[in-house]
T-cell receptor
Framework: DAGVIQSPRHEVTEMGQEVTLRCKPISGHNSLFWYRQTMMRGLELLIYFNNNVPIDDSGMPEDRFSAKMPNASFSTLKIQPSEPRDSAVYFC?????????????FGSGTQLSVL | KQEVTQIPAALSVPEGENLVLNCSFTDSAIYNLQWFRQDPGKGLTSLLLIQSSQREQTSGRLNASLDKSSGRSTLYIAASQPGDSATYLCAGAGSYQLTFGKGTKLSVIP
């Protein structure tokens, strides 16, 4: 398996522009997570999907952020309009949620810079 | 709300030394405790997962322990190697959500 695939690896954009980050989870996994990592705040959960349904979006910072999972093999995180404070590394992760503990598999992340 | 703390933030050791990384958490009602490794510019790689009913897990030179009553976990690395240099993060799991510490950056000096 190729693991969790994220694109793009790097994104540089100007303030006010729309940014779309993409994620392909591991085949067979039913849970998908979007995290944001910064030096100041560490890793923060933005949103959690189970079986393509958003279960917890309490970590989404504001209405400028939205996430979708139209099918089991694809998810997007969109920021519109983007702001400099959105600059961070955004990770997608997936797992198979069985009610017990299961390992979380991370993608390589998208380094977002908003100028 | 779960809070996870890792001390120290950075650690430097000579090659071959055994070392312990520490992790503490505030809410003992965790499903599991996971240790991850993060290399610069990369994602996180799961190293060990300890279920709430377990006390420890081992993989090669790595051994992780869990003490729910004291809210602590340790990651023991035996005979450290330069290739072990990375940031190590622990995370406490609720039903689905992992709360991460900020990590310990380990440097193993040849």
């Amino acid at each position: 398996d190729a693991g969790v695939i994220q694109s793009p690896r790097h994104e540089v954009t100007e303030m006010g522009q729309e940014v779309t980050l993409r994620c392909k989870p591991i085949s067979g996994h039913n849970s998908l997570f979007w995290y944001r990592q910064t030096m100041m705040r560490g890793l923060e959960l933005l949103i959690y999907f189970n079986n393509n349904v958003p279960i917890d979006d309490s970590g989404m910072p504001e209405d400028r952020f939205s996430a979708k999972m139209p099918n089991a093999s694809f998810s997007t995180l969109k920021i519109q309009p983007s702001e400099p404070r959105d600059s961070a590394v955004y990770f997608c992760a997936s797992s198979f949620h069985s009610g017990e503990g299961e390992k979380l598999f991370f993608g390589s992340g998208t380094q977002l810079s908003v100028l | 709300k779960q809070e996870v703390t890792q001390i120290p933030a950075a650690l430097s050791v000579p090659e071959g030394e055994n070392l312990v990384l520490n992790c503490s958490f505030t809410d003992s009602a965790i499903y599991n405790l996971q240790w991850f490794r993060q290399d610069p510019g990369k994602g996180l790689t799961s190293l060990l997962l300890i279920q709430s009913s377990q006390r420890e897990q081992t993989s090669g030179r790595l051994n992780a322990s869990l003490d729910k009553s004291s809210g602590r976990s340790t990651l023991y690395i035996a005979a450290s190697q330069p290739g072990d240099s990375a940031t190590y993060l622990c995370a406490g799991a609720g039903s689905y959500q992992l709360t991460f510490g900020k990590g310990t950056k380990l440097s193993v000096i040849p």
